[in-house]
Structure formats: C-alpha cells, structure tokens
C-alpha cells in the first residue's frame, strides 16, 4: 500500500495562489490514481480534482475549474494542486488520497483507499 503526507503553506489572501503537496511512501506511486478533497466546516467532504497515473488525463469540480491545477511526479512520487485565485469559500481542509489504479478519475471519496492526513487551506477575504 501507499502512505500519502500532504502539505503545504495554508493562509492567503482572496485572488492569491497556494501550491499544496501530496508525498507518497510504498508501492510504485505511478500504480495509483491521485484525487484532492476538501472539507469545509460544516460541510461534507466534497471531490476537487482527480489526475491519473500519466499525468495527462484529470478531471476538476466545477467549483474549481480553470483556477486549480493538479499534476504530479512519478519520479519524485510526489502529486501537487496549484489552486490560483483563491476565494473565501475555498477554505477547507484539503486531503490527498490514492486509489491503485490506473485508468478511471473517481469522484467519490469511498472509491480511495488510502488519505493523507489534510492540511488547513485558509483563504482570507
């Protein structure tokens, strides 16, 4: 299995940019699909953006299309979510997560198996 750490510097202000990052221990990294999800306070934990084992096929909330970018580094083991101009509503806790497999973008937070342990995102007005 794979065991996810991710990070990142968690405090901006609206229209700023974060990078967060999701490094990855164990088996083959490249074996694993890679999602990002966040959980605001008060709400469910909701799906942002997905990328699989390639790097050249992901898929975005709506909520987050063409301001957050997801990528990744198989040789590093390392994936990444870019999130340029931030707004209030995305502050939440955001979590890395994997699935093995190679093909497939889920949505869904039941299909990962494995999670990193979220990292505090804070966007101020």
């Known amino acids: 299995h794979v065991q996810l750490v991710d990070s990142g510097v968690g405090l901006v202000q609206a229209g700023g940019s974060l990078r967060l990052f999701c490094a990855a221990s164990?088996?083959?990294?490249?074996?694993?699909?890679i999602g990002w999800f966040r959980q605001a306070p008060a709400k469910e934990c909701e799906f942002v953006t997905a990328?699989?084992?390639?790097?050249?096929?992901?898929a975005y909330a709506d909520s987050v299309k063409g301001r957050f970018t997801v990528s990744r580094n198989n040789t590093e083991n390392t994936g990444y979510l870019l999130m340029d101009s931030l707004k209030p509503e995305d502050t939440a806790v955001y979590y890395c997560?994997?699935?093995?497999?190679?093909?497939?973008?889920?949505?869904?937070?039941?299909?990962?198996?494995?999670w990193g342990q979220g990292t505090q995102v804070t966007v101020s007005s």
């Open positions: 990328i699989m084992w390639s790097g050249s096929n992901t």
């Open positions: 164990g088996r083959a990294f490249s074996d694993y699909t």
């Open positions: 997560a994997a699935v093995r497999q190679r093909l497939g973008l889920p949505t869904e937070l039941y299909r990962y198996d494995y």
